[in-house]
């Protein structure tokens, strides 16, 4: 068994998981939607032995670095990174259906990454041969993650809010009617951007402490360090604007995508369409 193979498997049982959650929407029946997470789950399983695997198998052919230096293996641990934070939220505040919104974002990664991206084992670059490449890594991931997340949140409220402001309803029916309330879906997205927050943070710290071990300069105003900046004073900006101007509802869930869809651009549009110091991550 091979990380290749135990990866393919991730991305069909996210399919599966996907499509339950669908089901789930559809029929309201707890068991589907038991087994929705639950596929999601081990799909999670799968896939963090994968990753475990696949940094064996580097070791094995002599290049030995954490499976995180290149596009495909930082797509792979992204979809990894964005169940793990789905999990942590629905474990503590028990909202199944959010994985409706979210798991997609997993299983779009894990699918480009299987059918568009080269899985080759290549050695690191020197700059990429240092321990921050964990600490850097890991901490920014887990953010843009959390923001995958409060993303799907914000989707399910204005969907929610649409519905229910075309009924004049507060407990719209059909599909909306499992969907928490707008008070909580607004709170989830809060919830979600203060984990992610710190950790971008942390993220762009150890990011600078890297540079200046691996280029001689905290900060050069590469491409991928600017708009990782831009990203960070956008969700700044939320949190500012919630704790002292009280934005709340529909302003915070469009603030809150406009958000992750800067972080995508500074993941994936800098890597792939501009050049600079991170160029290697293409």
């Known amino acids: 068994m091979t990380s290749s193979m135990l990866f393919n498997v991730t991305t069909l049982t996210y399919m599966v998981s996907m499509l339950l959650f669908f089901a789930f929407l559809a029929s309201r029946n707890r068991t589907v939607g038991l087994a929705a997470s639950s596929a999601a789950y081990f799909g999670f399983i799968v896939q963090t032995v994968a990753i475990a695997l696949r940094w064996k198998?580097?070791?094995?052919?002599?290049h030995g670095h954490a499976p995180l230096s290149n596009l495909y293996e930082s797509v792979v641990f992204f979809s990894?990174?964005?169940?793990?934070?789905?999990?942590?939220?629905?474990?503590k505040y028990k909202y199944r259906v959010i994985g409706a919104?979210?798991?997609?974002?997993?299983?779009?990664?894990?699918?480009?990454?299987?059918?568009?991206?080269?899985?080759?084992?290549?050695?690191?670059?020197?700059a990429l041969?240092?321990?921050?490449?964990?600490?850097?890594?890991?901490?920014?991931?887990?953010?843009?993650?959390?923001?995958?997340?409060?993303?799907?949140?914000?989707?399910?409220?204005?969907?929610?809010?649409?519905?229910?402001?075309?009924?004049?309803?507060?407990?719209?029916?059909?599909?909306?009617?499992q969907f928490p309330s707008i008070k909580v879906l607004d709170d989830l997205n809060y919830k979600a951007i203060m984990i992610g927050f710190p950790l971008l943070t942390i993220g762009i710290?150890?990011?600078?402490?890297?540079?200046?071990?691996?280029?001689?300069?905290?900060?050069?105003?590469?491409?991928?360090?600017?708009?990782?900046?831009?990203?960070?004073?956008?969700?700044?900006?939320?949190?500012?604007?919630?704790i002292t101007r009280g934005w709340v509802g529909r302003r915070a869930a469009i603030l809150s995508i406009v958000g992750f869809a800067a972080t995508i651009f500074c993941y994936l549009g800098v890597n792939l369409f501009l050049s600079g110091l991170h160029s290697y991550g293409k």
């Open 57 to 62: 198998e580097s070791y094995d052919i002599g």
């Open 80 to 91: 990894w990174t964005i169940i793990l934070i789905y999990g942590l939220i629905e474990f």
């Open 101 to 126: 919104f979210v798991v997609p974002f997993a299983l779009l990664g894990m699918a480009w990454a299987q059918l568009g991206l080269s899985s080759g084992i290549e050695p690191l670059v020197p």
């Open 129 to 177: 041969q240092s321990n921050w490449l964990l600490y850097h890594v890991i901490t920014c991931f887990l953010g843009y993650a959390a923001f995958a997340v409060a993303c799907g949140i914000s989707i399910m409220y204005l969907v929610k809010e649409k519905q229910e402001g075309a009924t004049g309803d507060a407990q719209a029916g059909g599909i909306i009617a």
């Open 205 to 242: 710290i150890t990011g600078a402490a890297w540079a200046n071990y691996a280029w001689g300069t905290y900060w050069s105003w590469d491409p991928k360090e600017t708009w990782s900046l831009i990203v960070w004073f956008i969700y700044a900006a939320f949190l500012h604007a919630r």
